[in-house]
């Protein structure tokens, strides 16, 4: 049996129809499952990291897991819900755990990093026991959903870091080496980097979205100190909001097209367009 954490998420829903469709025996951790649709095959069960009790059900009898966390940056002083799942999965007797990390991990000593290297250490401690793979993904092309509800209202969508560029990564393609890791183990020990095949910036996205919808679609871009705002309202404490700020503005990691993908998936990485045209129906058209 393998568990996915956050199957209703981008990477957990894709992983878990991926899985079902493979024949794998999945079951979906939700904390609501009763609303969750998930296909046939996959098995709905509840599950919360902030509820550490509800994990013991949830990882009964897994052999392997798909572990990641929601739990905003800084909320607590350290990454509880990571630990929580790890702690889980060592009391099950999991085998294969595939944790979800971010670009550079733990790299660096500002409070991102510190928190991810917390996060990842919960899965590769040797006295875990675990056969491990880390995916370390930089942007996700569906962060462009995010765009939905203003295309509701108009052409506009404001946009923070619009001229900023990124390789970002269909999570399809991420849920698809998530699946081989956790189905065949031939990734134990890897930590894989991951990007998209193209350097685009949300502006370009933007067009390239426009284009499949048929849509002129047009940027309006957030000032900087508007977008902190929105971080902080978003409940990220002033140290983690600094940290976002300085590595958004002042590097351009995340920006190269890495050839992780092509090398393990034996195909090249889906692009924006791609990732746009299939799903094109989560938008409003003209």
């Known amino acids: 049996m393998i568990l996915v954490t956050g199957a209703t998420g981008h990477v957990g829903s894709e992983l878990v129809r991926r899985l079902a469709a493979a024949g794998e025996p999945v079951r979906a951790m939700t904390r609501r499952p009763a609303e969750a649709r998930f296909p046939a095959g996959a098995e709905a069960v509840y599950g ?11 990882f009964a009898d897994v052999d392997g897991a798909f572990l990641m966390s929601a739990q905003a940056m800084g909320t607590a002083p350290e990454p509880t819900h990571d630990l929580a799942l790890a702690e889980a999965a060592q009391r099950a007797g999991v085998r294969r755990v595939v944790k979800l990390s971010t670009l550079d991990g733990g790299t660096g ?73 956790l189905s065949t183990g031939e990734h134990t020990g890897a930590v894989h980097e991951l990007s998209g095949p193209q350097s685009l910036t949300p502006a370009e996205e933007l067009a390239l979205l426009g284009e499949v919808l048929g849509r002129g679609l ?57 990732w746009a045209r299939a799903h094109a129906g989560e938008f409003p058209r003209a």
């Open 109 to 181: 000593d500002d409070p991102i990093a510190r928190w991810q290297r917390t996060a990842e250490a919960a899965v590769t401690d040797p006295a875990r026991g675990f056969a491990w793979t880390l995916l370390r993904p930089g942007r996700f092309m569906s962060n462009a959903l995010q765009w939905a509800g203003q295309l509701r209202a108009g052409d506009e969508v404001a946009i923070p870091f619009a001229d900023r560029p990124a390789a970002s990564i269909d999570p399809a393609d991420l849920a698809e080496i998530a699946a081989l890791a």
């Open 48 to 58: 919360d990291a902030a509820d550490p009790e509800s994990l013991a059900p949830a």
């Open 218 to 274: 047009r940027v309006h871009s957030v000032p900087v100190e508007a977008a902190r705002a929105g971080m902080s309202r978003y409940g990220f404490p002033p140290e983690v909001v600094d940290a976002i700020m300085r590595r958004t503005l002042d590097g351009d990691r995340g920006s190269e097209v890495l050839p992780t993908v092509e090398k393990v998936l034996g195909r090249p990485a889906r692009t924006f367009a791609q």
